[in-house]
């Protein structure tokens, strides 16, 4: 399907008690069969009406209707065929509210096992939610949890209400493939102004069997858990690759600035299941078939370049990115190397990055082992080179809106298309004011600051030929002056 054609597939879900106004939550949804009216979303807001909240924290892998409160009702609002086609909003009409049902609530086994291994309690995660839902989305067991519906679609399906939505396996996707996001800001608030907002992005990382956990660079909102994550490398062939698990996530005190996901195979795999162990078949017609299976991308793009090699720089007590750039030669920050004069590099072998020439404005990449860390290889976020900051007409610094996280420092900055190396990543920028990192706001060192001296090392082999780093003019410190006492940044 077209990508513009996305929001025909996405929905707003509404759970709500009949006899209660206050205890009600929302999150986004896709429509995944249209004929059947079956909808797929997040299964938090629904732990509120379980009759024992225990059982989202179990290995139960699913649970039927019966373990929820009697009173739980659940309304769906969708875009009707003319608001899907149209570029115009604010219009209430434009969505049309069904009531719906649950079917069953599923576990996916793959994704808690993969998230586990991730995203260790050690590193202090968070994820976004509710303050009512902030203990269960904490734990990996319930945002583990999917909501299979039953809506009453009716005339909302429209003319092509026997489609079933183009998915794609988990297990063909590859990072810096070109994704879309679709979901809903702040779920059921205002859906005539936020229903089936798109963001786009790449996906950044991938983790567990059949890459059951998905990180990606697209920006979301509170609201959007359920929505799909499309791949868009062609745009006429959107295919609903996940769910949003979670908007925001936090490593210590860190916001990463990427969305989680659980691939869409692992949840269809785990409503299979538990359609064998006695509930009713709403997958029929979905599920086994995800259409061609074929690669979606090679890594980070198909020009066919290669770009360079990024490997892990590990001092002992502190650890960063590197850049490969020679035979036995890597670039790192001096911050990364903490003094050492020896130091550890791991590498993963098949993450090069492939990335023309850009100006300011125009799309990079950043390559580096922040977000998911030393655990599943490198993670690649996509922006645009916002700023270059010269000095006698030679960049020293670079300024990208690419998300970056802790353990990115020394990786690199590559242009989109041909994976030349622009940088070296330095760091982002944190207000030490209020507290908050801003990961899309970053600074790097641009390769001509040093690549005349790499030139002079390959030829002389004496790393006297670096000395001239060890002090720096007044007009460029001036330059880096955010690092200094006086400032909050």
């Not at 990449?365 to 270059?388: A, E, I, N």
């Not at 030679?394 to 996280?405: G, N």
């Amino acid at each position: 399907m077209d990508v513009r054609e996305v929001e025909k597939w996405s929905c707003v879900v509404q759970v709500l008690d009949a006899f209660s106004a206050g205890k009600h939550a929302s999150c986004s949804g896709v429509i995944v069969h249209r004929q059947t009216g079956t909808v797929i979303c997040s299964g938090v807001p629904f732990s509120r009406f379980a009759a024992d909240k225990r059982s989202l924290s179990s290995d139960h892998g699913f649970l039927p209707p019966r373990r929820f409160s009697d009173t739980l009702k659940i309304r769906v609002s969708l875009p009707t065929e003319r608001d899907a086609s149209s570029t115009c909003g604010g219009d209430p009409s434009r969505h049309r509210e069904v009531a719906a049902e649950l079917l069953v609530l599923v576990s996916c086994p793959e994704f808690r096992r993969a998230f586990r291994a991730a995203f260790q309690e050690t590193d202090k995660w968070r994820f976004h939610a509710d303050e009512e839902d902030e203990e269960l989305t904490g734990d990996a067991l319930s945002l583990s949890w999917f909501a299979v519906l039953k809506a009453n679609l009716g005339a909302a399906g429209g003319p092509d209400a026997a489609g079933v939505v183009p998915w794609r396996n988990g297990s063909s996707l590859r990072k810096g493939l070109p994704v879309v996001a679709c979901g809903s800001p702040f779920g059921s608030l205002c859906v005539d102004l936020f229903g089936g907002s798109l963001s786009a992005g790449i996906v950044s990382n991938l983790c567990g069997e059949g890459n059951a956990v998905i990180l990606t660079d697209a920006r979301c909102l509170p609201g959007a858990e359920g929505g799909g994550l499309f791949a868009a490398e062609a745009p006429d062939d959107a295919r609903l690759l996940g769910l949003i698990v979670s908007p925001f996530g936090w490593k210590a005190n860190e916001w990463i600035g990427l969305t989680l996901v659980c691939s869409v195979d692992v949840i269809f795999g785990s409503v299979a299941r538990c359609c064998r162990g006695g509930v009713g078949p709403p997958l029929r017609g979905v599920w086994p078939d995800p259409g061609d299976a074929a690669p979606l991308a090679q890594p980070c793009g198909t020009r066919g370049a290669t770009g360079p090699v990024v490997c892990i720089v590990d001092s002992g007590q502190f650890w960063g990115s590197g850049v490969v750039v020679g035979p036995w030669l890597v670039v790192t920050c001096r911050h990364v190397v903490n003094g050492r004069s020896t130091v550890g590099l791991k590498f993963h072998h098949g993450d090069r990055c492939e990335s023309e020439l850009v100006m300011n404005g125009e799309s990079v990449l950043v390559v580096g082992y922040g977000g998911l860390g030393r655990r599943c290889g490198p993670s690649m976020t996509r922006g645009v080179l916002s700023k270059t900051i010269s000095f006698n007409d030679q960049p020293v610094m670079l300024q990208t809106t690419c998300a970056v996280q802790a353990g990115t420092s020394g990786g690199a900055v590559v242009r989109t298309g041909t994976g030349e190396l622009l940088g070296i990543v330095s760091s982002n920028t944190r207000d030490f004011a209020a507290k908050v990192t801003y990961p899309h706001l970053n600074f790097s060192i641009p390769v001509a600051v040093f690549q005349s001296l790499l030139q002079r090392f390959h030829q002389t082999k004496d790393v006297d030929a670096f000395r001239v780093l060890d002090s720096t003019e007044k007009e460029v410190s001036r330059v880096w002056r955010l690092h200094s006492a006086q400032s909050k940044l």
